[in-house]
């Protein structure tokens, strides 16, 4: 059974610090890695995918992918009270599915 | 472009009824659709997997006689939760997938399901 971990928090950052987010997964032929955003009573909304091995970046966000350790992780650059919400971690499936952690529940306050 | 609806966003029913829920990919063709179902505060938990034309697979733990799954047409699936209790009160998201993504999907909205 692939398992995705993420710590819970709530992780608290100061309006324009860095928010970083961090997942471990346990299936190592994993080949495909996501990170979702999720507000309140919300469906979640793509992020960034990652596939290789390094960083990712796309404007304020960096994906990091390693995969010797199994971990991927997230930076938010300059955090907003906007982007105070649950960040879930998700891997690719054998069918194409997503396994997704539980979700790291960040605030960032003014 | 890819935007999935669902409907209805919200539903109460009362135990032991019946309840469909709709999953439509508004501008592409989804071959494939996933359903997934969140508890509060829990994760996306995958239940199914349909394939246009064919029957879901669905996860371990799932009763399939229960959540009845019909993708018949590339732009419909429907949920259906028969003889509804308590305890499958949720969040019911799908997601769909065009042929040629292999794991980009595109979120549905939800539906709030609250059995009564």
């Known amino acids: 059974q692939k398992e995705v971990e993420q710590n819970s928090g709530p992780l608290s950052v100061p309006e324009g610090a860095i928010a970083s987010l961090n997942c471990t997964y346990s299936d190592r032929g994993s080949q495909s890695f996501f990170w979702y955003r999720q507000y309140s009573g919300k469906s979640p909304e793509l992020i960034m995918f990652i596939y290789s091995n390094g960083d990712k970046e796309d404007g304020r966000f960096t994906a990091q992918l390693n995969k010797a350790s199994q971990y991927v992780s997230l930076l938010i650059r300059d955090s907003q009270p906007s982007d105070s919400a649950t960040y879930l971690c998700?891997?690719?499936?054998?069918?194409?599915?997503?396994?997704f952690g539980k979700g790291t529940k960040l605030s960032v306050k003014p | 472009g890819a935007v999935v609806s669902q409907h209805p966003s919200r539903v109460i029913c009362k135990s032991g009824t019946s309840v469909k829920i709709e999953c439509r990919s508004l501008?592409?063709?989804?071959?494939?659709m996933f359903w997934y179902r969140q508890f509060p505060k829990q994760s996306l938990m995958l239940m199914a997997t349909s394939n246009e034309g064919s029957k879901a697979t669905y996860e371990q733990g799932v009763e399939k006689d229960k959540f009845l799954i019909n993708h018949a047409s590339l732009t419909l699936s429907t949920l259906t939760v028969t003889s509804a209790h308590p305890e499958d009160s949720s969040f019911y998201i799908c997601s769909a997938r065009s042929s040629g993504q292999i794991y980009e999907q595109y979120f549905g909205p939800g539906t709030r399901l609250t059995v009564t």
């Open positions: 501008d592409f063709q989804a071959t494939t």
């Open positions: 998700a891997v690719g499936g054998s069918q194409g599915n997503l396994i």
